[in-house]
């Protein structure tokens, strides 16, 4: 599995012969959610830790995965956001 934003350059019938599909991350975080949301709950909650300069509110985290592209991703975390 490639993960990137840019999947033009990455066209099914190129990777496919390598056995390889190209996703989007916003499509990769919510089928992994999906599969297991504790997991992904646990990174989210070590990546906003991570964030000190500036620190981020849950909404202020949620709002940037936004920004990024990662709308699907954001509206699953935000009816769990006192887990991160």
Sequence with gaps: MIVS????????NCLAPHGLAAQHPDAFVADLFSADTGVVLA????HRAALRN????????LS???RLGLTTTASLLRPRDTAI
């Design 64 to 66: 940037a995965l936004e």
């Design 5 to 12: 934003a840019n999947l033009r350059d990455f066209p099914h």
């Design 43 to 46: 990174a989210v909650q070590g």
């Design 54 to 61: 500036p620190r981020r509110s849950v909404s202020e985290y």
